[in-house]
């Protein structure tokens, strides 16, 4: 067991070799998924105006749409694969396949043979691909350090998370302004290598439980509905999937970025980069701090304040019409963002047993997944209806409120503490 003094130092973690490697391979592949986010945004939002009459929000709101339907449809099956089979075995199909996916970008791009249907069906495809990926790379995690190390291994992957946010954005945006977007897909699917090696360097296989009698659909149905069961029976779990999907969903506007860039603040292909890493440089700030405080009291009331103040941020960035303003605003949602998400992170993973992971995850991927994903869309038809200054600020209101809801419906939450 690790002393108290080590579990405190910042990359306590990483002494660990299985999980080193793991999360070594996720600070590339991140960035260069970011990369890919600004490059496809940019090309929705380019092909949308080419259209007599287009609104761009609209289509760039059909994204999120996109990616939420696969994830309605496969998530809790995915939960089930990640419990049943090995985790990193897992992993390696889906990262190959959406290294593949990247290709195909790069290729069609480069050929001019790309339209709004094609990006439409690759984006679908590719995010059918993560929803099986998601629940077993989180699953995996628990069992590569131990216990005690966990929130500070969830921190080190919020870093990882949040400095690919801050790269990944810059050099897309930097990319888009000197190169061409082909050239931002194909090195994502490079990026993707770093994560496949350190699978296959990985001495960790995870042992699954033996297989139940009955049908395979039977026994996936019963392995379905046995973790629906648990996450409805653990009210702090229930609770804080429920917040996540209420603050994401209300808070959603990252989508929106080309537009805000172009219409509201003037700025250039390079600004719309900074504007897309403002988030990450504040959560990168809030995990560095995160991981070098161990065990946070008041865990719960900590929660709430920061989901408070993710929303103001929010409201703020929607009526900002000064880009330094705006990067402030953002780089406050990053930071509140990354608190709420160690914390929420922490209690769920050490109140879930090792057998349930996979499932429970994947119940909470639908929440904090189909929050941003269908705010997205939700935020591309308001900005069509009301202006896209107007739907933010309205939505980081909403999520203001509907925090304070959850807070004095649920006091469970209020009142939890380690």
């Given at each position: 067991m690790e002393s108290a003094s080590s579990r405190?130092?910042?990359?306590?973690?990483?002494?660990?070799?299985?999980f080193r490697l793991l999360w070594g391979g996720q600070v590339v592949s991140i960035a260069g998924s970011q990369m890919?986010?600004?490059a496809l945004h940019v090309q929705f939002y380019r092909l949308a105006q080419q259209i007599p009459g287009a609104n761009p929000a609209l289509y760039l709101g059909l994204i999120g749409l996109m990616q939420l339907l696969p994830l309605l449809i496969l998530g809790l099956g995915a939960g089930v694969l990640a419990d049943r089979f090995d985790r990193r075995s897992v992993?390696?199909?889906t990262q190959s396949l959406m290294m593949g996916f990247s290709v195909a970008l790069a290729a069609l791009t480069w050929l001019d043979m790309i339209s709004l249907?094609?990006?439409?069906?690759?984006?679908?495809?590719?995010?059918?691909?993560?929803?099986f990926d998601t629940p077993s790379r989180q699953a995996l995690v628990p069992a590569l350090v131990p216990r005690e190390t966990l929130p500070n291994a969830l921190s080190l992957n919020m870093i990882a998370w949040q400095f690919g946010h801050i790269v990944g954005p810059a050099l897309g945006g930097l990319?888009?302004?000197?190169?061409?977007?082909?050239l931002i897909y194909g090195l994502d699917a490079?990026?993707?290598?770093?994560?496949?090696?350190?699978?296959?360097?990985?001495?960790h296989r995870h042992t699954p439980p033996p297989p139940t009698r009955g049908s395979p659909a039977t026994a996936v149905r019963g392995s379905v509905l046995e973790g629906l069961r648990f996450v409805w029976g653990s009210p702090i779990i229930l609770s804080t999937m429920l917040l996540d999907f209420v603050a994401t969903f209300f808070g959603a506007a990252m989508t929106l970025l080309p537009l805000f860039a172009d219409q509201i603040l003037r700025v250039d292909?390079?600004?719309?980069?900074?504007?897309?890493?403002?988030?990450a440089v504040g959560a990168l700030g809030a995990a560095l701090v995160m991981s070098t405080l161990g065990q946070v009291r008041n865990q719960g009331k900590t929660v709430l304040v920061s989901v408070v103040i993710y929303g103001l941020a929010t409201a703020v960035f929607g009526v900002s019409r000064w880009l330094p303003l705006t990067l402030l605003a953002l780089a406050g949602t990053g930071a509140a963002d990354t608190v709420s998400a160690v914390l929420r992170g922490t209690i769920r993973q050490i109140a879930t047993p090792d057998q349930l992971r996979g499932r429970a995850t994947s119940v909470n991927m639908i929440f904090f997944q189909g929050g941003p994903l269908l705010g997205e869309f939700e935020a591309g038809l308001a900005a069509t209806l009301l202006g896209a200054p107007l739907a933010v600020g309205l939505g980081g209101l909403a999520c203001v409120l509907a925090t304070l809801?959850?807070?004095?419906?649920?006091?469970?939450?209020r009142r939890h503490d380690i």
């Open positions: 405190r130092l910042p990359f306590a973690a990483l002494r660990h070799r299985d890919q986010v600004v992993m390696l199909v249907p094609v990006l439409y069906v690759i984006v679908a495809l590719t995010f059918a691909t993560r929803t990319l888009v302004a000197e190169t061409s977007i082909a490079l990026s993707f290598g770093a994560v496949l090696l350190s699978l296959l360097l990985m001495r292909a390079r600004g719309l980069g900074l504007m897309y890493a403002a988030p809801v959850i807070a004095w419906r649920v006091p469970t939450l």
